[in-house]
């Protein structure tokens, strides 16, 4: 396995890990929608050029070394009240500008899904028009990927990408959230959305709570899901590490990469 490694800037001394190692960085500063308004964003950008520079990362040269979370909070595609919507889409397009200024082009973002809320059908049919309405105006060099958080099951993230039809579009695989909220195994899941899969986070937990523990300190086996991604993925997949302490998981995924 050859492929680019990328650190959360929620982990533990992101920075100077990111730094010491050599890898990429994924910026989170965008998960909180505050950072996001008008008055706010110049120095939410200047402080994440300022955190690229202290990681040794040029974001004009080495635009792959780095990747923009979106924001999740109250993002919704299928709310049933149209004012969820427009401020999810609004919250959105000022994330992918921002991202833009930055000089990059990929974006992950959450699929907004919750059970007991949305019937999968038209959780489904929703978010296929809300994504695609996005995506309209963006350039063509601009992705995004697609991320699970309490989806329970495969199919539904793989209608949406292939009901959104667009190449710009696809799956981010939180393997710590399918370990949570769902009974079909990591592994499972990788195997049912490999081609449609251009980015993974990967952290650990108990198979109860989200802990986003290390990468060796849990019930999945990553070893597995390594395999796994080599098997199924396309060779451009990349990965996020998503370990709150995140200095093992780093020395273990660069042992196997």
Same mark, same amino acid.
Not at 37 to 64: F, H, N, P, S
Not at 74 to 90: Q, V
Not at 158 to 173: A, F, K, Q, T
Not at 228 to 256: G, N, Q, V, Y
């Given at each position: ?5 990328? @650190? ?126 996005? @995506? ?59 081609? @449609? ?61």
């Amino acid at each position: 396995m050859t492929r680019q490694i990328y @650190l959360s800037t929620f982990s533990h001394m992101a920075t100077r890990e990111i730094s010491s190692y050599g890898i990429g960085i994924e910026y989170n500063q965008f998960c909180i929608s505050k950072w996001l308004d008008e008055d706010a964003m110049d120095g939410t950008l200047e402080r994440m050029r300022k955190q690229a520079v202290k990681c040794g990362i040029d974001l004009e040269e080495d635009r792959e070394k780095a990747i923009v979370h979106g924001p999740f909070c109250e993002i919704a595609p299928a709310s049933f009240d149209h004012l969820f919507r427009e401020l999810a889409m609004k919250r959105l397009d000022q994330a992918a500008a921002g991202t833009m200024k930055l000089g990059l082009r990929r974006m992950v973002v959450h699929t907004g899904y919750v059970p007991q809320i949305f019937y999968p059908e038209w959780h489904i049919k929703e978010s296929i028009g809300f994504w695609q309405s996005f @995506l309209r105006d963006k350039p063509d060099d601009f992705n995004v990927y697609l991320e699970n958080v309490m989806d329970e099951e495969p199919e539904m993230l793989s209608e949406i990408v292939v009901g959104v039809d667009d190449p710009r579009m696809r799956i981010c695989l939180d393997v710590g959230h399918v370990n949570v909220c769902s009974d079909t195994g990591v592994v499972r899941w990788i195997e049912k959305l490999g081609p @449609l899969i251009g980015h993974f986070h990967l952290h650990n937990n108990d198979g109860k709570n989200d802990l986003h523990a290390p990468l060796t300190e849990g019930a999945i086996d990553m070893d597995e899901v390594l395999r796994a991604i080599d098997d199924f993925c396309p060779e451009d997949a990349t990965l996020t590490i998503e370990s709150r302490k995140c200095h093992e998981s780093i020395r273990w995924l660069l042992d196997r990469t």
